[in-house]
């Protein structure tokens, strides 16, 4: 479980989001709405450890996430599948590289090994061919998808933290991003985090939703809570 | 006054994240040292180098044997050029100036490696996948910066006494083996061990602050820009400060002598 509990979080002494309550259950995945600015990313660096709550505490999986020091940060992280806004490819690195990246890193596997997973992770996503391209020749949808299978390199991870995965892509490609994350967090059982402003999107991929809007969590549950809110910003959120 | 304390607050916070990345990298240097990565840095920052650092430096070497030919005519010292160009190269022109045109490449090329890096979340990416970038980015290029940068400059220093070999036997009509017999008195242990110490202590510096620019730089393309721009100009600076330092510190341990 994903549990934010009274976190505020932002960079140096300025505060992005305050206040922030909402839990994740095992398994499911939630999607943290908001406009443009108003804190969504923050939300994950917190999960990630890059950014330290000014108060409150993020427990993941039990454990808090403030209190672990450089080199259990390190390990915690490995536990986690991060796929960032356009991908954040190693563009030194061939699609394969990446994708075998963390394996080279963490195992001591052996190259044909590493091999195998690399290419039944990027069959899982649909993109095999370009094993030996470079992360330049691939589209908006493709790197995504690329970032999808590096983020499951690991045999397990127990977390999935999506940063704008469908953004800059058209409808089609969007959809298709959309039911992958579905397909990552039915057949692995993950908890994931999807941060989004395209609300079609967070309906495809999300069982729970959160509303941010002037840095506080202003609603959370599952669609049809969403759905009948009175909220003056979701309204306006669900009518465009 | 405000304005002038927070500028003070933020350099104070630079020079501690700088040496706080020091440091580290020189820990993940000692304790999981990447044979493959820092070999790879090596080729960049030193092979790479090759052609500038040469080039500048036979120039350098015509440049400074002309010069003193002029100078040293009029009284009758031609003879003494072989020393005094040698002493001139490998004490101070040839490691610094090697130095600074090092930085013009190599600290460019690493901070806005670099800086797009961060700007593109590879550098958070890493971390997110259990990989300090430091020891993955930055201790390689150190290393490789320390390294490299002695065997390039003192390649360089002898290509530039070649050179001036051939202007003093050109221009001067200084015969070779005079000049040479100049060169041997400058070898001494004070001017080999400026030569050698010089370019180590450059060679750490345009790749550290390459290195501390690139993985602080702000998002985007100007961003980037800007980090490159302040890494080469505070790397050139503060290859001329610590050339006087070492300089002055040199000379208080060994003395006068030349």
């Known amino acids: 479980m994903i549990q934010f509990e009274s976190v505020s979080l932002g960079y140096g002494d300025r505060v992005v989001v305050s206040d922030v309550n909402i839990e994740v259950p095992d398994g499911k995945t939630m999607v943290i709405l908001g406009d443009s600015g108003s804190g969504k990313s923050t939300l994950l660096k917190g999960v990630l450890g890059i950014l330290q709550p000014f108060t409150g505490k993020i427990m993941v999986d039990g454990e808090d996430v403030g209190k672990l020091n450089e080199g259990e940060l390190l390990l915690y992280r490995q536990r986690i599948g991060m796929v960032f806004q356009e991908g954040a490819l190693f563009d030194s690195l061939t699609v394969g590289e990446n994708v075998g990246f963390w394996l080279w890193e963490h195992t001591d596997w052996s190259d044909d090994k590493i091999e195998e997973r690399v290419r039944t992770l990027l069959r899982f996503v649909n993109l095999e061919q370009v094993i030996d391209q470079s992360p330049d020749a691939l589209s908006g949808g493709m790197k995504r998808r690329v970032a999808i299978a590096r983020a499951m390199a690991p045999q397990d991870p127990k977390v999935m933290l999506y940063d704008e995965p469908t953004t800059g892509l058209d409808p089609f490609t969007s959809r298709s991003i959309c039911d992958l994350v579905r397909q990552v967090q039915s057949e692995f059982s993950v908890m994931s985090l999807v941060v989004t402003h395209d609300l079609h999107d967070a309906f495809r991929v999300g069982d729970l939703f959160a509303f941010i809007h002037d840095a506080k969590v202003i609603l959370t549950g599952d669609r049809k809570t969403i759905e009948q809110s009175t909220d003056p910003f979701v309204r306006t959120f669900l009518s465009t | ?258």
């Open chain 2, 1 to 258: 006054m405000d304005y002038l304390r927070k500028k003070m607050l933020e350099l104070l916070q630079s020079m501690g994240d700088f040496a706080l990345m020091v440091a580290k990298s020189f820990r993940y240097m000692a304790t999981h040292f990447r044979v493959g990565d820092t070999l790879i840095q090596m080729d960049r920052v030193g092979v790479g180098s090759i052609p500038i650092v040469f080039l500048a430096s036979i120039f350098a070497g015509l440049d400074m044997a002309l010069q003193f030919e002029v100078v040293m005519a009029p009284y009758g010292a031609r003879a003494l050029l072989g020393k005094v160009v040698t002493t001139s190269i490998i004490r101070d022109m040839g490691p610094v100036l090697a130095s600074l045109v090092m930085s013009a490449r190599v600290t460019a090329g690493i901070s806005s490696e670099l800086g797009m890096m961060t700007s593109t979340q590879q550098i958070d990416a890493l971390r997110v996948m259990g990989i300090d970038p430091l020891d993955r980015l930055v201790a390689p290029r150190i290393f490789a910066g320390i390294v490299m940068m002695p065997i390039l400059s003192i390649s360089g220093d002898f290509l530039a006494l070649l050179a001036g070999l051939g202007i003093s036997m050109a221009v001067g009509h200084v015969p070779a083996p005079l000049f040479w017999s100049g060169v041997r008195d400058a070898l001494t242990a004070q001017n080999l061990t400026d030569a050698f110490l010089k370019p180590l202590f450059f060679g750490f510096i345009l790749t550290s602050i390459g290195c501390h620019y690139g993985m602080k730089s702000a998002s985007g393309a100007f961003g980037v820009g800007r980090s490159t721009t302040k890494a080469v100009v505070s790397a050139a600076i503060w290859i001329l400060v610590a050339n006087f330092l070492l300089s002055k510190l040199l000379i208080n341990i060994w003395g006068l002598s030349g």
